[in-house]
Structures are given as C-alpha cells and as structure tokens.
C-alpha cells in the first residue's frame, strides 16, 4: 500500500477525531458560562451571616400508665354477650308488634319522609307525606310510619305527631314522641 493510500485512510478518522475535538471544547465553554449564574448564587450564600436557630421545644413528661389486665375482656377473643338476669331491665310492657302488617311508610326512615300539607274529609284530617322516590302517600291517625314502629297520634295543619317504639337496652323498649313537621 502506497502512502498515499494509507493516508486518504487516516483522513477520514482525522478529521472525526479534530471534530469530536472542536465539538468538546465548544461544550465545556457553553457548560462554563451556563453555570455562571450558579456559582455566583452558592457564594452569595455562602457569605450572608449565620443565622441564629430557635430552641427546640421543651420534651413534656410522659406519664406512664400501667395496664392491668386482670378482669377485663381479653380483646382479641370473639365477643360473647353475656347478659345476667340481675342485669336485665324490667319489661316495661311497651314492645312492638311483631304480628302486626307493616304499612308502605314504615319501610322509610322517619326523617327521609317529608310532609307537603294537609285536607280535610268527613272531618279527618290527613297528611300528605311524600317519600324518597317522591311518592305522595296519605296518612291519618292510626296509620304508622318511620323504621320505629311509629304511630300517628295526631295531624294538624303543620305536623304529623307520632309515638315510636325505640330499643332501650337488651331486651328493653320504650316510647318516644317524633313529630314530621311541615317542608316550608
């Protein structure tokens, strides 16, 4: 191989090499002045005066408490309800009744129901209540309504009174007044 053949071989990466060469230090310059701005911010900081840090908090005692265990419910044990006689409640004889059919309100909860008004026929007076799926059902005294076994007492011109059967304790019942007051 001549010389001169071997040198057009080595041009080609000559001239990659001198590339590669012009490109790198065209970087270095760019990356130089590109972070200027930066060095220039961490020695300002740098030379601002310490700051002086607050105290920590003071640390509040923490007041040991001993658990003792014995006579209590181990709490990962199933839950068993264990009722004594001595414990019961007294039956009241206010219960609600089982046998009894369930009218269309009492599948409603008592404050879901909304009273829209009231008329009068053969001097009944009845409420007009409408329920969640915007029904509008009829009600006297008598008629029952609410989750709690409520019963109508009385309608006026502005609300529905009622008497519930509400649980009291294991086995207990008693009586609350409810009242559906007119929506105004």
């Not at 970087?27 to 972070?35: D, H, K, N, P, S």
């Not at 309100?105 to 009231?118: H, I, K, N, Q, V």
């Amino acid at each position: 191989m001549s010389f001169e053949q071997s040198r057009m071989k080595r041009m080609p990466r000559v001239i990659a090499t001198g590339l590669a060469t012009v490109l790198m230090t065209t970087l270095f310059g760019c990356a130089q002045q590109e972070y200027s701005d930066l060095h220039q911010y961490v020695n300002e900081v740098k030379s601002r005066p310490p700051v002086a840090l607050k105290p920590l908090p003071e640390m509040q005692a923490v007041i040991a408490y001993e658990f003792i265990p014995e006579g209590l419910r181990n709490p990962f044990a199933p839950f068993k309800a264990e009722v004594d006689a001595v414990d019961m409640p007294l039956y009241s004889g206010v219960r609600p009744d089982a046998s009894r059919p369930k009218e269309e309100l009492e599948t409603f909860a008592l404050d879901s129901l909304r009273m829209t008004g009231t008329l009068e026929q053969n001097n009944v007076v009845w409420a007009l209540v409408r329920d969640t799926e915007n029904k509008i059902h009829r009600v006297s005294a008598g008629n029952y309504m609410g989750q709690n076994d409520g019963r109508i007492l009385r309608v006026t011109e502005d609300k529905v009174e009622l008497i519930e059967i509400v649980p009291d304790g294991p086995g207990a019942w008693r009586e609350q007044q409810a009242f559906l007051v007119l929506a105004g």
